[in-house]
Nanobody, 114 residues
């Protein structure tokens, strides 16, 4: 599975961004897709995930602010990020779990200024 992420950028605290992750195959055949992030000096962490049947989960730090969704017709998963905080600054990457294979897309940088 090939993934292409987009939508990062620079935003002020309290602002919003929407990230997109386009997959090269029908996302209903992908067991799970997720957004991860890695801030400088920190380990990569799961931000939000969605399964092939639409079950979602979120990191505690983003619950109520971020929403993961999908457009099946476009084979795209989105991450709507609202009420952004400086601590959300990180490189955001999309991952797909397809069978026993993990595929990662190139990251997109999100910078939140205070």
């Amino acid at each position: 599975v090939q993934l292409q992420a987009s939508g990062g950028g620079l935003v002020q605290a309290g602002g919003s961004l929407r990230l997109s992750c386009a997959a090269s195959r029908n996302i209903l055949t992908i067991n799970r897709m997720g957004w991860y992030r890695q801030a400088p000096g920190k380990q990569r962490e799961l931000v939000a995930g969605i399964t092939s049947v639409g079950i979602t989960n979120y990191a505690d730090s983003v619950k109520g602010r971020f929403t993961i969704s999908r457009d099946i017709a476009k084979n795209t998963v989105y991450l709507q990020m609202n009420s952004l905080k400086p601590e959300d600054t990180a490189l955001y990457s999309c991952k797909a779990v397809f069978g026993r294979l993990d595929s990662w897309g190139p990251g997109t940088l999100v910078t939140v200024s205070s």
